[in-house]
């Protein structure tokens, strides 16, 4: 189809119709997502085996159409491949699956057993992912069209009501109306601060100087979070719609979407979307003939965790150093290059074409009394199946983790869940049962932050947890203020040293001294929030804390310097399992007789204790009260 400029709602309406009967009703669509992560496990090569094999299929007068799509959720088992009609989800398709697809479930009707979903723990297989509880339990507003449109296609967009919202505003509403639309809905940032949506924009609104600015902070630095790379991926137009949205509401004639440079593929899909959508007459002069104005352009940032921040986003675009500043003057009065500027990150700016369309009562009946609408989680760490998941506020933990993420894998224990990414806090599986929303995660210690969601099980150490974010938040600190650059590298020392078995009596005390400090003084979130990860596992987990300190064990076994392994010559088989997985050649033995262990080459790997099948490995520990780790006794296998 010809690239047609939209100079009114109506030449928006028509284009609609025209994508929509673009597919003959005979065809056969089979969609692969092709995000970073089904990439990264081989999708542009199933994708290629497809071209390959429909060519042929076409040559028998098949109507067959490869949509090219992004993140279905279901990281896990990806590649993910969907066919319609039928609605068949295959998982972990690989190459030399694909002819037999085309030939038995595209050509044959049939489905491929083989590669439908199984629940691991009924063992019943389904092909619809309407009846896979990973999908059933969720709600899916932001992600609703992920797996059915092309995310580089403006009219698989415009097809499924895309910028109908836009027109509305522009032709219907006045900004004010606009903001209070948003502000019926209860929207609050998903950033991370959770700050009432509406309030921003009318105080952005309200403020004296010109041009305004509107900001798409798409800075994602969190470990183990990966949503909003996953929405620009999978629905950029819908995040530009929103933008332009809030332009419209603060009159503002200019964006930037911030997005790290990590995130090649998001970039690519947001340019594109933003090339469309001027080719379009959706961005630029005069947009739908309204005479509203509004550029976008985008800029990539260095990978800076600080970046995340809006002061430190905003100095990052204007040229300089990533540095935040103080908070006495807000943003929305004096923000990029000293002008009112309005900033939301990317799940924020994609809820505004729904909340417009459908009514901010309609998103104001989701959630919870403080906290309205869905959120976007990544599901990542010690869980069945990680991926993108997308629930209404007020559903607990436990049903996220074990109902949509399939619970912990290999019969382990459920010990933690990780919220808030490295500057939130870790909540204990007793406490899982709380619903979340920010306020309720924020008195258990944690926060939202933008989503990230990460599983622990019995074999975590919370100690080094700690240590781990500490450290992560140490270097990404950008040292401008002395409480975050001294603070945390003291807490990473005394966190380093309480893992190597040199902890001394007092160092909790210390630590929590120190997190009063950053919460008091330091410059920014990063600073301020820093204290989490300490504050939580102290909080929740104070016996690890001591064990480490008063009896230089760690009972998770994962500070390798305060355990060691053992064969417990009375079980032993003599089969040699373990002599062949050591990678640093301690153990020795003839067959069929009991094999010896030489500590002084042991490196605590573990290897040898996933290997035996006779429980002939045993974990052991310093005894009670001991100052070294010579005298040890059993702790068992």
Known sequence: MSVEHLTCPEDLARLRLQSARQTAEDTVTIAVCMDTCCCAKGAEDVWSAFETAIGIAAERGLHIE????????????????????????????????????????????????????????????????????????QMRLVLRHNGAIDPESIDDYVAVGGYDALAKVLTEMTPEQVIAEVETSGLRGRGGGGFPTARKWRSCRAAEGSPRYIICNGDEGDPGAFMDRSIMEANPHAVIEGMIIGAYAIGSPQGFVYVRNEYPLAVRRVRKAIEDAHEHGLLGDNILGTGFDLDIT???GAGAFVCGESTALMASLEGHPGEPRAKYVHTVEVGLHGKPTCLNNVETWANVPAIISRGGKWFASIGTEGSKGTKVFSLAGKIRNTGLVEVPMGMTLREIVCGIGGGIPDGKRLKAVQTGGPSGGCIPEHLLDTPVDFDQLYDLGSMMGSGGLIVMDEDT??????????????????????????????????????????????????????????????????????ANPVRSTTRYFRDEYDQHIRDHYCPAHDCRGLFSYEIVVEECRGCGACLKECPVEAISGEKRKPHALDQSLCVRCGACFDACSFSAIARVKPRVGSIASAAVQVEGS
């Open 461 to 530: 150490c919370m100690v080094n947890v700690a240590r781990y974010f500490l450290t992560f938040l140490r270097e990404e600190s950008c040292g401008k203020c002395t409480a975050c650059r001294e603070g945390t590298a003291q807490m990473c020392d005394i966190l380093n040293r309480i893992c190597a078995g040199e902890g001394r009596e007092g160092d909790v005390e210390l630590l929590l001294d120190l997190c009063q400090i950053l919460e008091d003084a330091a410059l920014c979130a990063l600073g301020t929030s820093a």
């Open 298 to 300: 985008i800029n990539r």
């Open 66 to 137: 490869l949509k090219r799509t992004a993140c279905h959720g279901l990281c896990e088992r990806g590649p993910l491949v969907i066919i319609a009609p039928g609605d068949i989800l295959y998982q972990n398709v690989k190459p030399e699956n694909v002819t037999q697809i085309v030939e038995e479930t595209v050509v044959g009707g049939r489905v491929l057993e083989s590669l439908i979903y199984e629940d691991p723990e009924t063992g019943k297989k389904t092909a619809s992912p309407s009846e896979i509880p990973f999908y059933t339990k």
